[in-house]
């Protein structure tokens, strides 16, 4: 997952650099250039990394619960994620397993819901710093 999240951000950092700024600096030096169009993700970056009802922030939250399950995260992500932009990123499974999908600028990922409070917690701290 943290490999999906980080070449989201890359594509981001490129979509934003190459694409919006580079756009807007020729627009300001009254440079006319065709209609260029480009998807923004970020939509999928906020469903990975919003603060609040984030999936790395649901699963911080759930790997510092001492009963938790990886059910229980599962079911914390389909709850908070699945009704989310209409189910075009977060994917639930029709069994609402510990499974599940995100859909993002390289296409369909099919992950599961583990528990692994020491590895959750590297995750989320390398990404905090970025």
């Known amino acids: ?25 020729c627009a300001r030096e009254g440079v006319a250039l065709a209609d260029i169009q480009y998807s923004n993700n970020t939509p999928v970056l ?26 229980s995260l599962a079911l914390k992500l389909h709850q908070s994620l699945g009704a989310k932009k209409g189910g075009e990123i977060y994917h639930t499974p029709l069994n609402q397993g510990t499974s599940f999908g995100v859909s993002h600028y390289a296409g369909y ?11 959750a917690a590297v995750c989320i701290v390398w990404f905090t710093l970025y």
């Open 1 to 25: 997952m943290c490999i999906n999240i980080a070449n989201e951000q890359l594509q981001f950092y490129f979509n934003q650099h190459i694409f919006q700024w580079e756009l807007e600096e």
């Open 46 to 71: 906020d469903v990975f990394l919003a603060r609040a009802g984030g999936l790395l922030a649901l699963l911080d939250e759930e790997s510092k619960f001492p009963g938790s399950t990886d059910k």
């Open 109 to 119: 990922v099919s992950m599961n819901a583990w528990i692994i409070p020491r590895v």
